[in-house]
């Protein structure tokens, strides 16, 4: 069967947030088809592949005119007739054309969609699951350990609390399905804590409980309660990871704790993280110092890094580069893996090779504005990344994933065997 690409077309459909975004559909000389859709960030890195809008009156500026105009005028017939098997060579040509180092002419959401929807139709011309394709020769991987938010926070709750996504990891699961139960069971008796302090008041964007707390802190004492009322053991079952994403109100080492009414410099942020990790289970950090904070990151992986994972998000934004660069100063010690902060699939693959060649632990994400598109789930499992956040435990955009997952577990030979924990960064 011909895996010559035949038509690409773009088409705008609408993400979790209710803005425009980017589909893109792909066909195949022997008839297979591939679809995919661009997520779309709202705390991004400065770094990140741009999410070309059109910046007009529709939509609030958010509208995707111009960047469907790129695909239907300059990436379907630079793609027409290429191989869709040579996933390296279509990404080639479409970062090309773009020809910007940040894919702000033709639009990292165009060339992402792109990038997976041509992956997709290449798996289904191979009359493979998308994750079996994408693993070719190696093994395939265990199912990823689940990161579930059970707080939204920061830029995604109008900025209620400072910190962005308190969430939980069920470490101490030995399945996929089993991290599910034990997430579900803190999430309601999250809610159960909110309503019985009149502090429930409807979901954040990723589908956490929207943050009515009087502190930063007051919400991680109460996720540790909420774990405790599940009935799970803290630290032992269910842990408590964070993504404080202090690019948002961290600049040239000075930190805004706007709900506090404080401003905080390097060594003080670097601190109260620290007592944190004293005080509560707390296994993951993601973002702990802003992205511009190269500094702070080096000394605090120093201070922390032994025995906690720190995630680079807005500092490393999928960036093979930065990740070789963060590796080489000891910055961090695991990589957040959005392909669309890379802007294709071949570039988000050398991010993840980056990583595993510096040792650095890596997690699949989506991002705070998705839709109905599970390509990351099969990433994940045909990559055999070891760990996945998609947001929290309601929204259909997050549990498509995690429903995906439970999919991938009957076609996997392990079943929904989560990786072993010795190769997860954390001592718990
Ligand atoms: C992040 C993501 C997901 P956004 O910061 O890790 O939580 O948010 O997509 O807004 O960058
Ligand atoms: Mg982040």
Same mark, same amino acid.
């Given at each position: 069967?011909?895996?010559?690409?035949?038509?690409?077309?773009?088409?705008?459909?609408?993400d979790?947030r209710?803005?425009?975004?980017?589909?893109?559909?792909?066909?195949?000389?022997?008839?297979?088809?591939?679809?995919?859709?661009a997520p779309a960030g709202a705390s991004t890195g400065?770094?990140e592949a741009?999410d070309?809008?059109?910046?007009? /009156?529709?939509?609030? +500026?958010?509208?995707?005119? !111009?960047? *469907? $105009? &790129?695909?239907?005028?300059?990436? @379907?017939?630079? %793609?027409?007739?290429?191989?869709?098997?040579?996933?390296?060579?279509?990404?080639?040509?479409?970062?090309?054309?773009?020809?910007?180092?940040?894919?702000?002419?033709?639009?990292g959401n165009?060339?992402?969609?792109?990038?997976?929807?041509?992956?997709?139709?290449? /798996?289904?011309?191979? +009359?493979?699951?998308?994750? !079996?394709? *994408? $693993? &070719?020769?190696?093994?395939?991987? @265990?199912?990823? %350990?689940?990161?579930?938010?059970?707080?939204?926070?920061?830029a995604h709750?109008?900025?209620?609390?400072?910190?962005q996504?308190?969430?939980?990891?069920?470490?101490?699961?030995?399945?996929?399905?089993?991290?599910?139960?034990?997430?579900?069971?803190?999430?309601? /008796?999250?809610?159960?804590?909110?309503?019985?302090?009149?502090? *429930?008041? &409807?979901?954040?964007d990723e589908?956490?409980?929207?943050?009515?707390?009087?502190?930063?802190?007051?919400?991680?004492?109460?996720?540790?309660?909420?774990?405790?009322?599940?009935?799970?053991?803290?630290?032992?079952?269910?842990?408590?990871?964070?993504?404080?994403a202090?690019?948002?109100?961290?600049?040239?080492?000075?930190?805004?704790?706007?709900?506090?009414?404080?401003?905080?410099?390097?060594? &003080?942020?670097?601190?109260?993280?620290?007592?944190?990790?004293?005080?509560?289970?707390?296994?993951?950090?993601?973002?702990?110092?802003?992205?511009?904070?190269?500094?702070?990151?080096?000394?605090?992986?120093?201070?922390?890094?032994?025995?906690?994972?720190?995630?680079?998000d807005d500092?490393?934004v999928?960036?093979?580069?930065?990740?070789?660069?963060?590796?080489?100063?000891?910055?961090?010690?695991?990589?957040l893996?959005k392909?669309n902060q890379?802007?294709?699939?071949?570039?988000?693959?050398?991010?993840?090779?980056?990583?595993?060649?510096?040792?650095?632990?890596?997690?699949?994400s989506a991002r705070s504005g998705e839709?109905?598109?599970?390509?990351?789930?099969?990433?994940?499992?045909?990559?055999?990344?070891?760990?996945?956040?998609?947001?929290?435990?309601?929204?259909?955009?997050?549990?498509?994933?995690?429903?995906?997952?439970?999919?991938?577990?009957?076609?996997?030979?392990?079943?929904?065997?989560?990786?072993?924990?010795?190769?997860?960064?954390?001592?718990?």
């Amino acid at each position: 069967m011909s895996m010559n690409i035949e038509t690409v077309t773009g088409r705008r459909v609408w993400d979790s947030r209710g803005r425009p975004t980017v589909e893109v559909d792909v066909t195949l000389a022997g008839g297979a088809r591939g679809r995919a859709i661009a997520p779309a960030g709202a705390s991004t890195g400065s770094g990140e592949a741009v999410d070309l809008r059109d910046r007009g /009156a529709s939509q609030s +500026g958010m509208d995707v005119t !111009r960047a *469907l $105009a &790129g695909i239907a005028d300059e990436i @379907a017939p630079a %793609l027409a007739g290429m191989d869709a098997a040579d996933q390296a060579a279509v990404d080639r040509r479409m970062i090309d054309l773009d020809g910007t180092p940040n894919k702000s002419r033709l639009g990292g959401n165009a060339l992402i969609a792109t990038s997976m929807a041509v992956a997709h139709a290449a /798996a289904a011309g191979a +009359g493979l699951p998308l994750w !079996r394709y *994408l $693993a &070719g020769d190696n093994a395939p991987g @265990a199912l990823p %350990l689940p990161e579930i938010q059970i707080f939204g926070g920061g830029a995604h709750a109008g900025r209620r609390i400072d910190i962005q996504d308190l969430m939980v990891i069920a470490v101490g699961a030995s399945d996929f399905a089993t991290a599910l139960d034990w997430t579900a069971d803190v999430y309601r /008796a999250a809610g159960k804590l909110m309503a019985e302090r009149g502090k *429930l008041s &409807g979901v954040a964007d990723e589908g956490g409980f929207w943050p009515l707390f009087d502190s930063n802190e007051e919400a991680l004492s109460t996720l540790l309660r909420a774990i405790e009322r599940s009935g799970h053991r803290p630290g032992e079952d269910v842990a408590i990871s964070l993504d404080i994403a202090a690019s948002e109100f961290g600049e040239n080492g000075s930190y805004r704790l706007d709900r506090e009414n404080r401003t905080l410099d390097r060594a &003080g942020m670097a601190d109260m993280l620290l007592e944190w990790t004293k005080r509560y289970p707390i296994v993951s950090i993601e973002d702990p110092l802003a992205e511009d904070d190269e500094a702070g990151l080096v000394e605090f992986t120093r201070a922390a890094g032994p025995t906690l994972q720190i995630i680079g998000d807005d500092f490393l934004v999928t960036n093979a580069a930065r990740v070789r660069h963060a590796a080489s100063v000891g910055a961090c010690n695991a990589v957040l893996i959005k392909p669309n902060q890379a802007g294709t699939l071949t570039e988000t693959r050398a991010a993840l090779e980056a990583a595993r060649e510096a040792g650095y632990s890596a997690v699949v994400s989506a991002r705070s504005g998705e839709t109905e598109d599970v390509t990351i789930v099969h990433l994940a499992v045909g990559w055999n990344v070891p760990q996945l956040k998609v947001g929290s435990f309601t929204r259909s955009e997050r549990m498509a994933k995690w429903n995906e997952g439970l999919r991938l577990a009957e076609q996997l030979p392990t079943g929904g065997e989560l990786p072993p924990r010795a190769s997860l960064p954390w001592k718990v």
